[in-house]
């Protein structure tokens, strides 16, 4: 079952995500000697960036041990502003002290096919899986997958009218947003659902209804694509403030 935590504000909302990066990636760095983190974009994690970037925070991370990856990526050149790539590196990762070695970035500006295969040769590179399915030993999987959830219930660039939802094999695959009318990379639910551990972050009144349907584990319909995370040996925490969701919601 998921931990569903509640905070004031977006403002405590960023804290205490904050402090849960902190806390999870000391300890997978002195478990097993470096921290594995994939990050989200989004207003709301953008603001967990800058946070982590001020310095309370940033010198408790042992930044040359931590290997930062992307949840998604919008087809899109790295310096472009819909960038998830640039909003990590401008917020975040160019003050701290993190090896360049150390960002792995998916590649936007190429063919979104190559881009997606080109990510998971990088991801198996560095999880030492060859072939197969992803592990759940340490080392071999994410320890943090930092996650939010749109309007419609798709987390990562995972939507419920595409096709990367229903991927079973590929840890990466390319997939068209239509909504949206963009190309998108995205990780995939076998990679997502290895994660040591998963953070949803949840901010606003407008996110209330699909809240509402997420943690009320709503039937209606299938499962949208928030719902259909699930680790398999791993923590899952949903951070949400009361604007967003109240864990006892008015009838």
């Known amino acids: 079952m998921p931990i569903v935590r509640t905070v004031p504000t977006r403002a405590a909302l960023s804290a205490a995500a904050a402090e849960y990066f902190v806390e999870t990636a000391a300890e997978a760095v002195r478990m097993h ?3 594995t ?3 989200s974009g989004g207003a709301t994690p953008n603001n967990v960036y800058a946070l982590l ?8 991370v ?4 931590v290997h930062v990856f992307w949840g998604d990526e919008r ?6 502003p819909r960038s998830n790539y640039r909003a990590g590196y401008e917020m975040l990762l160019s003050h701290v002290p993190i090896p360049s070695a150390n960002v792995h970035r998916m590649r936007g500006e190429i063919d979104p096919p190559d881009g997606a295969a080109q990510y998971e040769a990088e991801l198996r590179t560095h999880f030492a899986t060859s072939t197969g399915a992803p592990r759940f030993a340490p080392r071999e999987r994410f320890d943090l997958t930092l996650l939010g959830v749109g309007l419609d219930g798709h987390t990562a660039s995972l939507f419920p009218d595409g096709t990367a939802i229903n991927e079973r094999t590929r840890w990466v695959s390319p997939d068209y947003a239509r909504s949206a009318s963009t190309w998108r990379l995205t990780l995939t639910l076998p990679v997502i659902n290895a994660s040591a551990r998963v953070l949803f972050l ?3 009144e407008e996110k209330r209804p ?3 349907r ?8 299938a499962p949208l694509p928030a719902q259909r995370v699930d680790p398999v040996e791993g923590e899952m925490v949903w951070l949400v403030d009361t604007a967003a969701y109240e864990l006892s919601p008015p009838r």
């Open 33 to 35: 000697g470096r921290f």
């Open 37 to 39: 983190v994939a990050l």
């Open 53 to 60: 970037a001020t310095k309370p925070f940033r010198s408790r």
């Open 62 to 65: 042992s930044w040359p041990a």
């Open 75 to 80: 087809c899109v050149p790295p310096d472009d």
């Open 202 to 204: 949840l901010s606003g």
């Open 210 to 212: 699909i809240a509402r």
């Open 214 to 221: 997420i943690l009320n584990a709503s039937n209606d319909g």
